[in-house]
């Protein structure tokens, strides 16, 4: 068994990034983004590529900082509780990952590359039709995470990887449920690409991903969990605080044991990704098919249990919502998870 | 002078030297187990003389492994968890030298068995209700009341037992802790017969029995406070089982589910699956408290595993029901016996299903358990009482 705690070096980063997001992404900033053009935030990404953590799993030869996914996981735990509109799931993770498993990381010395595929894709899915004629490129590929930033779209096309140079691409934005994480169709027309690996690299991109966007759900939820009990403590109904009803409070000691749940299960999947274990696609799936629940509930809870403030647009609630429901989606919902682990420990549908 | 508690190299020098000087196969099992606690090598955690060496308790699974590789005799834990479990801990930190040395050997040995007199008719989850009380007489206590879900009563020597000496204070105030001795006159114990037709625990009537002096564990008075301890210890027990993938409850249901393949259904389908991710979220979230434990930072997160552990086998025992379907309709057998251990796998699913149904209430229920985390780990405000500063002959009852 791996291990799930944190080490001393991922406290460190930890405290690093969440200072960084402190100071470049507070809530306020994160809803007044979401009325701008501006795909994703300039500041804390900006901030993220100077500390190094858009690299973390990059091998130091490659221009990376030659530390693990394990590490990776902590700065999407971070990314969560700030629902920051960075394209680090897109770049960082996918992008990054399909690289990694293509043996193609000198890709990333051109800048940020980013997976495009629907950001629904769950890990073996079907991804779309897009045709690869003598090194060129026909088809459309809809709901693209973090595209705008893309040097380079990592196309999967005719059961291989393409590399196409983003500017090659037509990017079209599209008004996404999660307003911290902008979508955007990509349209190929004939464009310029060069293969650099095969279909397993976009699964066990894909695979990453899930295990990392856990994280992130994790990192979320903790959030949401403490909003709430900080406005339990102080909110006055009838007298007394409304922390003190026990109709809430087991609802958010509930909450708090899932959340404790998907930390362990959260550790599992980094470490299991990190060393290539071969329960990698078990620890991924669980991860998912776990975390993406709680999640939600735990947004969904801090809406509820903030009453009629939780449902203003002043109040970061419905970031956190729109997030954790969008996340429950990305990269395949529970129930196409649980499809696969039923899969992957023999327990067959009929 | 005092010495380093001894490391693990010079434990195992240790157990090597005893079972070289001690013979499993030759000894008889009984002096065996008292040279072994004589040795400090019974609970090495122990303090030295009271069977331990001062050591970590991390230490004491290698222990357990190299006597039980010797063939060594085993003490019967499962037979004596209210002992070894609670009674010792409590003993340990509230017991006189006196008491120590009277109890703590014959305990772990397994020679006395131990059992609990806490719970009564009129004090489950409201402990510091209770109303069984201990009137001084001399140089002792007379116990009078009724005390409830007591396992091993019917073969335990002793009991740890509270009891209300004074009624005219605040509840919590007015307990004293004893340790009672079960073959005293007055001490009755009748089966109580549980829904699953057998009776695990029982009912224990005290009437009129003498408790001498020195039998009394810790202050007058500060009863509630070694009880505390008493069920911090239970609940660290009940909730700290290791496991693999698919172990317990789940392991039952998956198998079922590859071998009868008659059973299957969507529906059953989806619910195995998300009990399944659900089992495998606790055993990971066990495995990391575990390590946490090892690494000398034990998290808050122990509150949080028994109420996973009740409501996975409940609701997987539930599942193996309905699967089953027309076999689910049918009981292995309502026969009255008093098992002396519970062992979910070798009953029938009827069985399993209703005895998960104790899994919430038993150790402190899942209402409690929910109010101890939202007040103890995440700081809400407590309930409004209506009975702290009401001394206890006032409360309703």
């Known amino acids: ?350 | 002078m005092s010495t380093a508690p001894p490391d693990a190299a010079e434990i195992e020098r240790r157990v090597a030297a005893f079972l070289a000087a001690h013979d499993p196969a030759a000894v008889p099992p009984r002096e065996f187990l008292r040279a072994r606690y004589d040795a400090g090598l019974a609970w090495v955690h122990y303090p030295e003389g009271r069977g331990g060496l001062g050591a970590a308790r991390a230490a004491q699974p290698a222990v357990d492994r190299a006597f039980a590789r010797a063939g060594a005799p085993g003490n019967h834990p499962e037979r004596n968890g209210i002992g070894l479990g609670m009674a010792a801990p409590t003993l340990l930190s509230h017991g006189t030298p006196e008491q120590l040395d009277r109890f703590l050997r014959p305990l772990w040995t397994g020679e006395e068995v131990w059992c609990q007199l806490f719970s009564e008719p009129g004090a489950g989850s409201d402990l510091a209700a209770l109303g069984t009380r201990a009137v001084r007489d001399g140089d002792g206590w007379v116990v009078d009341g009724q005390k409830v879900w007591t396992s091993m009563a019917h073969e335990a020597r002793w009991a740890i037992l509270v009891a209300r000496t004074d009624p005219a204070v605040p509840k919590h105030r007015g307990m004293t802790y004893f340790v009672c001795d079960m073959h005293a006159p007055g001490v009755d114990v009748r089966p109580l017969r549980q829904l699953t037709g057998e009776a695990e625990f029982n009912e224990v009537f005290l009437t009129g029995v003498r408790i001498p002096d020195t039998d009394r564990l810790g202050a007058v008075g500060d009863g509630w406070r070694v009880a505390t301890a008493t069920l911090m210890n239970e609940r660290v027990a009940i909730g700290g089982q290791a496991a693999p993938r698919e172990g317990g409850m789940l392991g039952v249901v998956t198998r079922l589910w590859r071998e009868r393949p008659e059973v299957r259904t969507a529906a059953g389908h989806d619910a195995l699956m998300r009990l399944w991710v659900e089992a495998e979220a606790a055993r990971l979230t066990g495995e990391r408290l575990r390590q946490r434990l090892a690494a000398g930072d034990p998290g808050p997160e122990g509150s949080a595993a028994k109420l996973a552990f009740a409501r996975l086998n409940q609701e997987l025992s539930g599942l193996e029901l309905e699967l089953l379907g027309e076999d689910g309709l049918r009981y292995d057998d309502w026969t009255m016996r008093r098992p002396t251990e519970v062992d979910f796998t070798r009953r029938s699913p009827g069985y399993r299903y209703l005895r998960a149904k104790g899994n919430s209430i038993e150790g402190g229920t899942s209402e409690i358990l929910r109010t101890i985390v939202a007040e103890r780990v995440l700081g809400l405000p407590g309930e409004i009482r209506t009975d702290k500063d009401v001394p206890w002959k006032d409360l309703p009852k």
């Open chain 1, 1 to 350: 068994m791996s291990d799930l705690l944190y080490g001393e070096i991922e406290d460190d980063l930890r405290a690093g990034v969440r200072s960084l997001l402190d100071d470049t992404c507070g809530w306020a900033d994160v809803l007044a983004g979401t009325e701008t053009d501006a795909p994703h935030a300039a500041a804390p990404w900006d901030g993220l590529v100077a500390m190094g953590v858009t690299a973390l799993p990059v091998p130091e030869d490659a221009g990376g900082a030659g530390a693990s996914w394990r590490e990776t996981s902590v700065v999407m735990e971070e990314l969560g509780r700030a629902v920051a509109p960075v394209p680090f799931l897109g770049a960082a993770v996918l992008g990054t990952a399909a690289l990694l498993a293509a043996g193609a990381a000198d890709v990333l010395a051109d800048g940020p590359a980013v997976l495009a595929v629907p950001l629904s894709t769950a890990p073996g899915d079907p991804v779309p039709d897009v045709r690869a004629d003598g090194g060129a490129l026909t088809g459309v590929v809809t709901s693209v995470a973090d595209a705008a930033v893309a040097r380079t779209l990592l196309v999967p096309a005719d059961g291989a990887l393409y590399a196409v140079d983003g500017s090659a691409a037509r990017i079209t934005h599209v008004t996404s449920l999660d307003m911290t994480r902008r979508l955007a169709d990509v349209a190929l027309d004939g464009a310029p690409a060069r293969r650099i690996g095969g279909a397993d690299a976009v699964t066990a991109a894909l695979t990453t991903g899930a295990a990392l966007l856990a994280a992130e759900q994790l990192g979320l939820a903790e959030r949401c969990l403490e909003l709430t009990i900080a406005h339990l403590k102080t909110r006055y109904q009838f007298g007394r605080p409304i922390g003190s009803y026990q109709a809430l409070k087991h609802r958010v000691a509930d909450l708090w044991a899932a959340v404790s749940q998907a930390r362990a299960v959260v550790r599992y999947a980094a470490g299991c990704v990190a060393s290539g274990d071969a329960d990698t696609a078990v620890a991924a799936a669980l991860a998912q098919a776990h975390c993406s629940g709680i999640a939600v509930r735990a947004a969904e809870e801090c809406v509820q249990m903030h009453g009629g403030i939780g449902f203003t647009w002043e109040h970061p609630a419905h970031l956190y919502l729109k997030r954790a429901k969008s996340d429950a989606i990305a990269l395949g919902t529970a129930g196409r998870h649980r499809a696969a682990l039923a899969e992957l420990a023999d327990l067959p549908p009929v």
